[in-house]
């Protein structure tokens, strides 16, 4: 069998119901590459040694009931390691969310998302690395080191949900929870080499103890192949009681729509920025987007241009929503100072917001949604690089002299994520380009971007699993990893 640490999630959970291992010996080694890899690229803010062995524990129990009754349903994920984000809870253990303001508290619950990964038979090792509130599209907290891809450790992981891709690129476990409210999932996707996907509004509940708010934000995981996050979202999209929004289920699951033909679709391919039209693109990242759009022609789906959906100055409705939930977070007033200047900055302009800006800038991302869908009607599906640069080097976003020039980096950097959290339709990147971004450099990723129309994660899935089949990324590893 190969190492534990280069099984992705599936097979991992395979071997251990065939008795191959036993979940005490995969988060034994989990907990070991924990210290020594994780550390090395800044995954984790806290390790749960204890838990995570109690709840290895409980699996091998689960395991022996399941063989003593032939034919039990076994929980899909049953003893595969899954940290969490730390901006979620988790019950018993701190949340911080990468903030020296928010130290000191401890969850007293499990989020929906937990729970269901619990259920699904996951074990948690620990909370990955976010950035202050996960704001940023960079992993650089003032509470933690920061979280490195490893390609290249001089190099960010992404933000927000670093710390999560770099625990899964560096092989330390095969899956790992996130969440992505302006691309938090796919920015570290890309910079690190992996599979991400940002569901439809309301695919994936945020109760029982959240709510949707403005909907921007929904919750994920980073993987390394398309088949792994499909097998996720059937873990994660459950419906719980109260919730805001309904969407109708796979017509079997997710990780079956994998292997099913969508027969020929339209594709349109983006590579004008959109939310900073003034972006320069690297060359690779265009080279990765048209390297795709030349396997989708090849499959047989009618690839033509895709027009940039709305003007860069609409985009800046996005603001006083993005500002106001900066200044949402349960900062106590006396630790206000001890937040980032980015987050000091996006607050204050949070305090500016009238209830009537604010309630304008919801209509107008509603209405938004509806422009893009008429502009794009005649296209299955939009095809984008999903970063503009290859990932950035440490340090070379994060501004704390000037937080306006930093928030205008980061729209560089990413100038096509945000648009489908603001429209609520599915996007996936894919590791499927790698390339040195200088000569003389090392081989990074450039990842895709590839998002359809509201509900239709089957096709996203399927057509996504039809290019990892065509140009597979399996063996493309970071060295020494």
């Not at 891809?149 to 927000?160: I, M, V």
């Not at 679709?265 to 990242?285: C, F, K």
Request: charge should be negative.
């Amino acid at each position: 069998m190969a190492e534990l640490h280069d099984l992705n999630a599936r097979d991992l959970a395979a071997a251990i119901r065939a008795g191959d291992t036993s979940p005490t010996e995969v988060i034994e080694h989990t907990l070991d590459r924990a210290h020594e890899v994780g550390a090395r690229v800044g995954a984790f803010v806290t390790l749960t040694e204890e838990l995570a062995r109690d709840q290895a524990r409980v699996a091998e129990e689960k395991l022996q009931d399941l063989r003593r009754q032939p034919g039990s349903p076994v929980p899909p994920l049953l003893g595969v390691p899954c940290p969490i984000k730390d901006l979620t809870m988790v019950a018993g253990v701190p949340l911080g969310a990468g903030s020296a303001a928010l130290g000191g508290y401890v969850a007293p619950v499990d989020d929906g998302v937990v729970t269901l990964l619990r259920r699904a038979g996951t074990v948690m090792p620990g909370k990955t690395t976010t950035p202050e509130l996960g704001l940023p599209a960079y992993t650089e907290p003032d509470v933690a080191p920061p979280a490195r891809t490893p390609w290249d450790l001089s190099r960010s992981a992404g933000g927000s949900s670093g710390g999560a891709a770099a625990a899964v690129a560096a092989g330390v476990t095969p899956v790992a929870q996130g969440n992505d409210g302006g691309g938090s999932l796919r920015i570290p996707a890309a910079a690190c080499g992996l599979v991400a996907l940002k569901a439809t509004r309301g695919r994936i509940s945020p109760g029982p103890h959240r709510v949707d708010g403005i909907g921007l934000a929904t919750e994920g995981a980073l993987t390394r192949d398309v088949r792994d996050t499909a097998a996720v979202l059937d873990v994660l999209a459950q419906p719980w009681p109260g919730d805001h929004y309904h969407l109708p289920g796979p017509a079997t699951t997710f990780l079956a729509a994998c292997d099913r033909p969508t027969g020929r679709l339209r594709v349109g391919l983006l590579t004008d920025p959109v939310v900073s039209p003034d972006a320069p693109v690297h060359p690779e990242a265009l080279r990765a987007a048209q390297r795709a759009a030349g396997l989708l022609a090849e499959m047989g789906h009618e690839v033509v241009p895709a027009p940039v959906p709305f003007p860069a100055e609409r985009w800046e409705l996005f603001m006083p929503l993005w500002s106001v939930l900066a200044l949402s977070a349960p900062v106590p007033p006396e630790a206000e100072s001890a937040l980032v200047p980015l987050t000091r900055w996006l607050r204050d302009l949070g305090r500016q917001v009238t209830g009537v800006q604010l309630a304008e800038a919801i209509s107008g991302m509603q209405l938004l949604a509806r422009e893009v869908a008429t502009t794009w009607a005649d296209l299955d599906l939009v095809l984008s690089p999903t970063l503009a640069q290859p990932p950035a080097p440490i340090g070379s976003l994060r501004d704390d002299a000037d937080p306006a020039a930093d928030f205008e980096a980061q729209k560089a950097y990413t100038p096509w994520g945000s648009v489908w959290n603001i429209i609520g339709a599915p996007a996936l990147s894919l590791p499927l380009h790698r390339a040195r971004a200088e000569a003389g450099g090392p081989v990074l990723p450039f990842g895709v971007m590839l998002g359809g129309r509201s509900g239709t994660e089957e096709t996203l899935l399927s057509v996504a699993a039809a290019l990892e089949d065509a140009a597979p990324w399996h063996d493309a590893r970071p060295p020494e990893w």
